[in-house]
């Protein structure tokens, strides 16, 4: 069976970066932040993998 992709909640997107989840939020309504995924109407989650690609591309 091939491995799932770990899936985080915008709580835990915004602990690993150090931000308020608030500001995830806002990047997703923006759509600059990582790529989000909707499991349902209000339960969006991010590929672990894709947080860590867009970390690299927008780190200064």
Sequence with gaps: ???LPKMLSTTQVAKALNVNPSTISRW???GTGPRVYWLGPSCPRY?????????????A
């Design 1 to 3: 069976m091939e491995r």
């Design 28 to 30: 997703r309504s923006l």
């Design 47 to 59: 590929r672990e993998e894709d947080v860590l690609e867009w970390l690299e591309r927008n780190a």
